[in-house]
C-alpha cells in the first residue's frame, strides 16, 4: 500500500497510456474522407443520411452534415453543393503503394 501512495503518479502513467491505446485501437481502421455532391430536387438530409451513412446512425450523420457545411439547420436547396463524410474501412493486412488505388 505504500508503494502506490509513493508512486500515485506512475499508475496514473500506466493508467492514461493503456486509455490512449484503447481509444486508438478503436479508431484504427477507419478513414475519414469527404465526398461533394450536388442537391438535386426534393433531396432532404434524411435521404441523403439513408443512402451515404453506412452504419453511423442517420441523426449523428446529418449533424456532422451540418457541421461540415457550416450549416443553421437541415433545410437543403436544390443547385447547392454539399460536403459529405464517408467513412471507408481500410484492411489491415493490405499494402497501399503512394498513388496507387486499388
Not at 461533394?36 to 453506412?54: N, P, Q, R
Request: hydrophobic share 45%.
Amino acid at each position: 500500500m505504500t508503494f502506490i501512495k509513493k508512486n500515485n503518479y506512475v499508475l496514473l502513467i500506466i493508467v492514461l497510456c493503456i486509455g490512449f491505446a484503447i481509444i486508438g485501437a478503436n479508431k484504427y481502421g477507419q478513414e475519414q474522407a469527404i465526398t461533394t455532391i450536388t442537391i438535386t430536387e426534393g433531396d432532404t438530409l434524411w435521404d441523403l443520411a439513408y443512402l451515404h451513412s453506412e452504419n453511423v446512425p442517420a441523426d449523428k450523420w446529418i449533424k456532422e452534415v451540418m457541421s461540415l457545411n457550416d450549416l443553421s439547420s437541415a433545410t437543403i436547396k436544390k443547385g447547392e453543393d454539399l460536403l459529405l463524410p464517408v467513412v471507408r474501412t481500410v484492411e489491415k493486412n493490405k499494402t497501399q503503394l503512394a498513388g496507387v488505388n486499388r
